[in-house]
């Protein structure tokens, strides 16, 4: 399947396709583009748009997009939904403070950017942070 989103990915925009790739969709490709092409691009090829404006698997009702697609998807793995609050923290300015890690993530994010412009190679690179992320937040979860 085709997932489409804005390009210059940032924490949500890395966090969903992981999440995309290791539970919903592992064959899943992603396209990059910018805001004002994601409706023509996403009828064009029929790919599903997440993190945009207006979009089902967006920001809503106080929810970041990989909040979305948990919700959407069903997953209720507790590493998942402890990795979510991160996320949640590191993608909505107003919530930074609300979890002790999402700055660290934040600023992760703002340096793999730096480190790799490109979209592909970005989420690539940054994989590996979220599959250490989930072990550590399924880690956390066990000893609640």
């Known amino acids: 399947m ?12 890395v966090a969903c396709p992981w999440l995309i790739t290791r539970f919903i969709d592992n ?9 004002s092409q994601i409706e023509k691009v996403a009828k064009e090829t029929g790919a599903i748009p997440f993190d945009a404006p207006d979009v ?5 009702e106080g929810r970041c997009s990989f909040e979305s697609l948990i919700l959407k998807y069903g ?10 609050k ?24 703002s340096g793999f950017s730096l480190r ?3 979209d592909v190679e970005n989420l690539e690179h940054q994989f590996d942070v979220y599959d250490a992320l989930y ?10």
């Open 75 to 84: 997953l209720k793995e507790p590493g998942l939904l402890r990795l979510a």
């Open 86 to 109: 991160i996320v949640h923290a590191a993608d909505v300015s107003e919530d930074m403070d609300k979890d002790p890690i999402a700055r660290g993530l934040e600023a992760i994010a």
């Open 27 to 35: 064959e899943a490709e992603f396209l990059f583009v910018p805001a």
């Open 116 to 118: 790799f412009p490109e």
């Open 2 to 13: 085709k997932w489409i989103t804005r390009s210059h990915v940032h924490v949500d925009r």
């Open 135 to 144: 072990a550590w937040c399924r880690l956390d979860v066990a000893k609640s």
């Open 56 to 60: 089902e698997l967006g920001h809503h």
